[in-house]
């Protein structure tokens, strides 16, 4: 049987795309293999939104040269993002690549290695989803859906729209048979994957029209859906709506990502964020209003061009301010292609290092702040494995998103109530309630 592997870069959407790409593999009658050396296969789905992701996937290229030249009937893959991002530089750059494809052409995969041809190929027009394509779920319980494809957003730092085009979104009528088909399938937690999530549905017409509030409360009514997630919204799309679907659809979780990127209104403006540091903060007032327990986590840029130290005081000073459950925090990279890679006053590595040291400082002290209201407190948790320190214990996740390790008797995929006995900024720690099993 011939095997493949695929190697994942990147966000979830990507993460999701290589599932798509392992169930049309699959179905092509090819097997997966842990190991990329006894692969006839070796796929890499990349991702380009910073230059550190572009130098770890030439490391990982070098080891696919060597054993295409070890055995030249391999076929090479590079899909995704940074395929996208350089088209057919991709052979000029790698010669014994064999294929590429963007994020919206997965399926040319299947067309290729079904095809006679020997020379390479590239596929980078913008085309539909991967929805429709089978998946291989890395887990049976939990499952991402994606609601749309593309973003119109023109933040001036980001190679997405580049990569992934404008914005489309799937009819609701599809999505509610997709999470059907899931939920009979065992499957209890969806995460919905856009882009722009919560921009859902605006180019949508007709008996299709749905917003993105809307469309949740469909997918709650469905049964054996306990969790749904979705993830990445924009904060100028965050609209009361939504926020109260938070407080009233049951398996809508309490956790909300909401990118703040920068907490300075001149920098927002350079970066074509259309909110300012104002409206974030209403909006952030508006969540803890209808939703107050609910977790809150974002996305910080450090020393985007010409951010002044009296700019990154405010981002500090929002952090403070709102008091994260978590954050992903980045240095400013720049991206080719994009207006801000072309913006004066860039900001030395140093001093980007510096101010990123000192917020995540900020963001770490606050999310263990935040943290301790859950101590003393029992909390349903998804099991997800075992605790990857310590394997005599249990991990799952909150509906807050939060990691929970604890002594238990469940399985993957139980739902459990947890009793929390101490928080970090990172994880919980506690003991399943047995109580609440035998009650079960
Ligand atoms: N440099 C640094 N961080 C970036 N992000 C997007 N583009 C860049 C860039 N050029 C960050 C944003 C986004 C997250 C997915 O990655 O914070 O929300
Ligand atoms: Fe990377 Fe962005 Fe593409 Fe996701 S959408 S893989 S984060 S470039």
């Known amino acids: 049987m011939r095997r493949y592997h695929v190697t994942t870069f990147g966000c979830q959407m990507n993460q999701h795309d290589s599932e798509r790409m392992k169930g049309m593999l699959e179905s092509l009658g090819y097997s997966e293999t842990d190991s990329r050396d006894d692969a006839d296969v070796i796929l890499f789905n990349t991702c380009s939104i910073r230059e550190a992701a572009d130098n770890r996937l030439v490391a990982h290229l070098g080891h696919a040269k060597r054993l295409k030249s070890e055995r030249p009937d391999r076929i090479v893959g590079v899909g995704g993002c940074w395929a996208q991002s350089v088209k057919d530089e991709v052979f000029a750059r790698f010669p014994f690549v064999d294929v590429a494809f963007g994020p919206g052409q997965v399926h040319k995969l299947a067309e290729f290695l079904t095809s006679d041809s020997l020379t390479a190929q590239g596929f980078f027009e913008f085309e539909g989803f991967t929805g429709h394509l089978p998946a291989k ?176 005081e405010q981002t500090i000073s929002v952090a403070e301010e709102v008091g994260y459950d978590g954050a992903f925090t980045f240095i400013f990279s720049p991206r080719r292609g994009t207006e801000a890679a072309t913006l004066r006053d860039q900001v030395p590595h140093p001093v980007k290092v510096e101010r990123l040291e000192r917020l995540v400082e900020v963001i770490q002290r606050r999310a263990r702040e935040r943290a301790q209201r859950f101590v003393g407190r029992s909390l349903e948790v998804l099991i997800e494995g075992p605790s990857r320190t310590d394997a005599t214990r249990l991990r799952g996740r909150s509906r807050h998103n939060k990691v929970v390790n604890f002594a238990g008797l469940g399985s993957s995929g139980d739902m459990v109530e947890v009793e929390i006995t101490s928080a970090t900024s990172q994880t919980l720690a506690g003991t399943e309630s047995l109580l609440a099993r035998a009650a079960h």
Request: charged share 30%; glycine share 6%; aromatic share 6%.
């Open 137 to 312: 779920r890395a887990r049976d319980f939990q499952a991402w859906v994606q609601i749309s494809i593309g973003c119109n957003c023109v933040c001036s730092y980001c190679i997405v729209p580049s990569t992934r085009g404008r914005e489309v979104s799937r009819p609701p009528g599809e999505l509610v048979c997709e999470v059907e088909r899931l939920a009979a399938d065992g499957v209890r937690e969806v995460t919905l994957l856009g882009q722009n999530v919560n921009s859902y549905g605006r180019d949508l017409r007709g008996d299709e029209r749905a917003s993105f509030a809307e469309l949740l409360a469909r997918l709650d009514a469905i049964d054996g859906i306990e969790r749904i997630r979705y993830t990445s919204p924009h904060p100028k799309d965050m609209r009361e709506d939504v926020i109260r679907a938070h407080a009233e659809l049951p398996s809508l979780c309490e956790h909300i990502h909401l990118p703040l990127q920068s907490g300075s209104t001149a920098v927002l403006k350079r970066m074509r964020r259309t909110y300012t540091r104002e409206r974030y903060l209403d909006r952030v007032a508006m969540i803890r209003e209808h939703v107050p327990d609910c977790a809150l986590t974002t996305d910080i840029i450090v020393g985007f061009p010409g951010e002044t130290e009296a700019d990154f």
